[in-house]
């Protein structure tokens, strides 16, 4: 790091609070500063959708999975796409019906305001734990760099700053600073990233790319997601344990992007913020498409620095991934782009990424203010006896939540300490936890007219529990070979029994199908409870 970058770096820092309290303008009511008055252009909602999707865990976890692997990878995004046409005909027209204000309004349409207080305080908890461990992983490569030229800063320090630089604009300008913010934080981390891959191929050794294509690491499509040399090799349970597998991507991606695009408020609440329904299809779809040219670009990030750092002399080598590793000086594929962001980029470019990193995450966390807070005002406040409040009491009260979710949002980040796993993995697995059944819900509505709320919020309770028993406790034994039970075994229990758990894109499958059979089947049983004359009143918020 030389003098340059840390200009960079802190005119990036200084012109993002600025230039978000600016693009936010005034702000008048709780509707222009949830919504941005319903008239943010389609291009800047897709733009702003993208860069909250793309966290620092693509910026420096997809390069590494590329590293280790193949280009596999950019299946997942291909289902995302699909989940997203999906979430345009089907979600979509039910939100745009009325003035619908939040993701899970129509629930309380649907079923009732329980249901609808039920899924927003789901929403709230699961956007802390996902989004909390984003922002943590924000401090890794910025702490590789720190320590490399003296600086001592704590992984707390740096989660800190970052969630108070981003707390100033969201605070200030509301959704139209974020969606503006994230326009230009995208720009700069996919500028950053071009600019290195460009260095990494012109300073790989000669014939990288043709090595890397001999050993299948250029394969984009991959039919049970493991080598040929495994023992689950061209098997169904190599399908459900590999994410990476075509039919779990592609199947399991559309699915798991049906619930984050459909029923998460961070992203509806974009959405809802243009113009019309079909400024919001737009929206959606074109982002759909461009994640994956930027998923692939990053892919390509991770192949070249294969390139770059000799990784055919670890296959040669005969090395495993801990061997490797230590081969080029790190201890995660998490940090391995971050190395070559602080040893191999030119002055001044090497800020310019680390700002980049910086961007990813903090559009992230913006749009998580944002959101939790639109959430706590118009599902929650409202429903559970808060006074009606006029557009000023409204602005004030909103901006008070964003400020006090931004604390609670830092102090959730420095609870998070393991760098061992790729944090990708770790922070879609906890979304899983919660999305099968907010899109079980969403579809049960859709295709169950029997089904009530009392049988809607028995299926997600349900749906929730049982999913954190899958995720925690079935594996397949390769050395057993048969699927068992057994709760967060430990690590030498896992290399004993040779245990593979089922591949994530699954949890939402699994989670969703769930809640629509048992929601479906108690729709009949259960006798609905009558709504109250507070399920019919209009928000008094917006």
């Known amino acids: 790091m030389q003098p340059l970058d840390y200009i960079v770096l802190a005119s990036y820092l200084v012109g993002v609070a600025a230039f978000g309290i600016f693009a936010g303008g005034k702000q008048s009511s709780a509707n222009d ?12 909602v897709s733009f702003s959708v993208i860069a909250t999707e793309t966290s620092t865990l693509t910026v420096i976890s997809i390069p590494g999975v590329a ?19 999906a979430v345009s005909l089907w979600f979509l027209p039910k939100y745009f019906n009325g003035e619908q ?85 995208m720009f700069i981390y996919i500028g950053g ?24 690491k250029t394969a984009v499509f991959d039919w049970d997601g493991v080598g040929p040399n495994d023992p689950l090799a061209g098997t169904l349970t190599a399908i459900m344990t590999s994410p990476y597998a075509f039919i779990t991507a592609i199947f399991g991606g559309a699915v798991l992007s049906m619930a984050s695009h459909g029923t998460d408020q961070i ?37 070249a620095l294969w390139g770059y750092y000799d990784g055919i002399v670890g296959v040669r080598e005969g090395l495993n991934t801990a061997q490797e590793l230590a081969r080029i000086g790190v201890t995660s594929a998490d ?40 959430s706590t005002m118009l599902d929650l406040y409202s429903r559970l006896g808060g006074k009606p409040l006029d557009d000023r009491q409204a602005l004030r009260a909103s901006r008070i939540a964003t400020l006090v979710w931004g604390i609670v949002f830092i102090g959730f980040a420095s609870l998070f300490r393991d760098q061992k796993n ?35 919020i028995v299926a997600f309770i349900t749906t ?39 591949a994530y894109p699954w949890y939402v499958v699994i989670g969703s199908s769930l809640t629509i059979v048992v929601g479906s089947l108690l729709g009949s049983r259960l006798q609905p409870s009558a709504p109250s004359g507070d399920d019919l009143n209009t928000n008094p918020l917006v």
């Open 464 to 502: 929730i529990v049982v999913m954190t028993f899958v995720i925690f406790g079935v594996w397949y034994s390769v050395k057993e070979g048969h699927w068992l039970f057994q709760f967060r075994p430990s690590g030498e229990t896992k290399a004993a029994l040779g245990l593979r758990g089922l």
């Open 267 to 303: 992203i509806v609440q974009r959405l809802l913020g243009c113009r019309n329904l079909a400024d919001a299809r737009k929206a959606i779809i074109s982002s759909g498409v461009a994640v994956i040219a930027q998923f692939a670009l990053f892919l390509f990030v991770g192949l």
């Open 193 to 216: 990233a071009v600019a290195a891959l460009y260095l990494l191929w012109t300073k790989a050794h000669a014939g990288w790319f043709a090595e890397a294509a001999e050993l299948g």
């Open 33 to 44: 500063y949830f919504l941005g008055d319903r008239n943010l252009p389609w291009w800047a």
């Open 67 to 85: 590293y280790f692997g193949a280009l596999t990878f950019l299946q997942l995004t291909f289902g995302y796409l699909l989940g997203r046409i």
């Open 335 to 374: 940090q391995i782009f971050p190395r070559f962001i602080r040893d191999g980029l030119p002055p001044g470019l090497s800020g310019l990424m680390l700002a980049g990193i910086l961007a990813a995450a903090m559009s992230t966390v913006a749009g998580s203010l944002n959101s939790l807070a639109s």
């Open 422 to 456: 790729p944090v990708v993995e770790l922070g879609l697995s906890i979304a899983s936890f919660t999305y099968g059944g907010l899109l079980g819900v969403y579809l049960l509505g859709m295709l169950s007219r029997k089904a009530n709320e009392r049988a809607a």
């Open 101 to 185: 204000a939040t993701a899970y309004q129509y629930l309380e349409e649907r079923f009732g305001s329980k249901m609808r207080v039920t899924a927003s305080l789901t929403f709230i908890v699961t956007r802390l734990l996902a989004d909390g461990i984003r922002l943590f992983a924000t401090a890794i490569p910025v702490k590789v760099i720190a320590d490399a030229v003296g600086l001592e800063l704590s992984l707390v320090q740096i989660i800190a700053v970052t969630g108070l630089v981003t707390i100033v604009y969201t605070y200030i300008g509301g959704l139209k600073a974020v969606v503006w913010m994230d326009v230009v934080q």
